[in-house]
C-alpha cells in the first residue's frame, strides 16, 4: 500500500504537473483574446479531459469506470468553483497580477485535489473489483 501511495503521489504530481503547464499556457495565450476569467475557464475545461484519462489510466492504474467519470467531473467543477473564488479575490482584492494569481491557485489546490482522486479512484476500483 505504501508502495503504491509513493508511486500515485509521484505520478499524480507528474501529469499534475504537466497539466498544470499546458493549462497554464494556454490561459497566458488566451488573455490576448479573452477576459481572465474566461480564459481561466477554457483552459480548466480542457485540463479536465487530459486530467481525467491520465489520473484514471496512468496515475490510479484504473479503466475509467461509470462511477469515476462522474465522481471526478464533480470534484473538478467544485475544485473550479473553489479555484475561480481565489484567483477573484487574489486579483481584485489583493492585487496580484493575473498572471501570478493562478500559480497561488494551483499551490492551494494542488494536494487537496491528490487527495480527492485518490479517494475517487480507490472508491471506484472498490465497487468495480
Known amino acids: 500500500m505504501k508502495r503504491f501511495i509513493k508511486r500515485s503521489t509521484v505520478?499524480?504530481?507528474i501529469v499534475g504537473g504537466a497539466n498544470t503547464i499546458t493549462t497554464y499556457?494556454?490561459?497566458w495565450l488566451l488573455l490576448h483574446v479573452l477576459e481572465y476569467h474566461a480564459a481561466y475557464t477554457a483552459s480548466f475545461a480542457l485540463g479536465l479531459c487530459l486530467g481525467y484519462v491520465l489520473n484514471?489510466?496512468?496515475v490510479f492504474g484504473?479503466?475509467?469506470?461509470a462511477g469515476s467519470a462522474v465522481a471526478y467531473p464533480v470534484a473538478v467543477l467544485a475544485q473550479y468553483a473553489v479555484?475561480?473564488?481565489l484567483l477573484t479575490v487574489f486579483v481584485e482584492w489583493f492585487g496580484i497580477s493575473r498572471q501570478l494569481a493562478p500559480v497561488?491557485?494551483?499551490v492551494i489546490m494542488f494536494p487537496i485535489m491528490y487527495l480527492v482522486m485518490r479517494f475517487i479512484f480507490s472508491r471506484s476500483a472498490a465497487s468495480n473489483g
Open 83 to 85: 479555484s475561480v473564488g
Open 25 to 27: 499556457v494556454i490561459y
Open 11 to 13: 505520478r499524480f504530481l
Open 56 to 58: 484514471s489510466m496512468w
Open 104 to 106: 497561488l491557485v494551483i
Open 62 to 65: 484504473e479503466s475509467m469506470s
